[in-house]
DNA sequence: ATGGCCTCGGTTCGAGGA
């Protein structure tokens, strides 16, 4: 079983990328972030011809979650139900027997602003959420991007990066929190090589230059950590023209 | 040097992302 998640920047400009991506790597789940696409443009038919059917609540413009299953979908939720939202950020599906809930954290802007505060609170009611579900389904992966580098070194430069968003304390903080339901980063269940990350910046030839954040990540249950056998981000589609800035993560259970 | 680049909406610039 094969669980992945990208932050595709846009599903419109991006759907070949998806596609090729899926015929390469045909994990059993992709979860996708910032589709910005309403419901009604969504891509079922193309995805559903190479074999995948879609949970999906989007928007115009900004925001918008997807998950795609080569399996049947069942419980699907949209939104937080604690943390009522316009904006289209979470999406669940009981699939397999796992718990899947793919999430789309606010960015945050800079710290100390109105969408920093916006961010801390809707983690904290992720949080209060996932501790509710946790107790119905043990078996529960939540992946996205959380636009959170957990650790210094899960950021190119931790000296140029100190004290702002996507590394700040308090962002830290809300995601220990999240962990402390007793969630695990399944990326750090394993050896990893220095500087691998899942962002880079379109601007400065930041990928080129390895100018790179982890903020893009799988967190796992116990019962599913244990059946975790590797994770990994596959930086690849990141090299292919058009890229989005982000490149996909992938958690392989037994 | 506090910007660089990309996407969107909707027009040729501003907002937002990270």
């Known amino acids: 079983m094969k669980l992945a998640t990208w932050n595709v920047n846009s599903l419109k400009v991006r759907l070949p990328h998806v596609l090729q991506w899926l015929a390469d790597n045909p994990v059993d789940v992709l979860c996708l ?31 918008g979650v997807a998950i795609l299953s080569r399996h049947p979908m069942a419980d699907v939720v949209k939104n937080n139900p604690l943390f009522p939202d316009e904006q289209q950020r979470m999406v669940a599906a ?12 606010p960015n945050g802007q800079s710290v100390g602003s109105e969408k920093y ?12 959420w996932l501790r509710a579900e946790m107790v119905r389904q043990p078996n529960l992966a939540v992946l996205g991007d959380y636009n959170i580098a957990p650790a210094d070194r899960d950021v190119h430069d931790p000296a140029a990066w100190v004290g702002s968003v996507l590394v700040s304390e308090a962002e830290r903080a809300a995601f220990r929190e999240v962990c402390g339901l007793d969630l695990i980063d399944a990326f750090r269940l394993f050896e990893q090589a220095d500087k691998l990350f899942s962002w880079w910046d379109y601007r400065q030839m930041a990928f080129r230059r390895n100018m790179g954040l982890r903020i893009d ?11 975790c056998i590797a994770c990994v981000i596959d930086k690849a589609p990141r090299k292919w023209e058009q890229p989005s800035d982000h490149t996909p993560v992938i958690a392989t259970l037994d």
């Open 94 to 105: 009981t699939i397999e027997g796992i718990r899947v809930v793919c999430a789309y954290v």
């Open 117 to 128: 505060e916006y961010k801390l609170r809707w983690l904290a009611a992720l949080r209060d």
């Open 217 to 227: 990540h799988i967190l796992l249950t116990p019962p599913l950590a244990a059946r």
């Open 33 to 63: 972030q910032e589709t910005k696409l309403t419901d009604d443009k969504f891509p079922v038919a193309e995805l559903e011809a190479i074999g995948y059917q879609a949970a999906y609540t989007g928007q115009k413009t900004y925001n």
